[in-house]
Nanobody
Framework: QVHLVESGGGLVQPGGSLRLSCAASGIIFNIYDMRWYRQAPEKERELVAAITDSSRTNYAPFVKGRFTISRDNAKNTVYLQMNSLKPEDTAVYYC??????????WGQGTQVTVSS
């Protein structure tokens, strides 16, 4: 059974930092591309950052230079370091393990709130 468990969300002031983690089990982690998505209230889910199985990274324009995605295959974990957070970064952040369109898995999400 596949599980993706996100952690590290919370309340942070504008300009602050958070580090999200997503621990995976039940998959051969190192063959999956790993992605972070987010969904704000009344908005579509959007891709934030992605890292391939060979650790190539890609970022949405609205987080480039502020967020960093990384992975530790020995720990079956993907991370999202978020710096210089803005109120518009407030959302539920979801981890996604992607192999193919028909073989991909989602975590339950972790809430990130940026507010003073």
């Amino acid at each position: 059974q596949v599980h993706l468990v996100e952690s590290g969300g919370g309340l942070v002031q504008p300009g602050g930092s958070l580090r999200l983690s997503c621990a995976a089990s039940g998959i051969i982690f190192n063959i999956y591309d790993m992605r972070w998505y987010r969904q704000a209230p009344e908005k579509e889910r959007e891709l934030v950052a992605a890292i391939t199985d060979s650790s190539r990274t890609n970022y949405a324009p609205f987080v480039k230079g502020r967020f960093t995605i990384s992975r530790d295959n020995a720990k079956n974990t993907v991370y999202l370091q978020m710096n210089s957070l803005k109120p518009e970064d407030t959302a539920v952040y979801y981890c996604n393990a992607f192999w193919t369109q028909s073989v991909n898995y989602w975590g339950q999400g972790t809430q990130v709130t940026v507010s003073s």
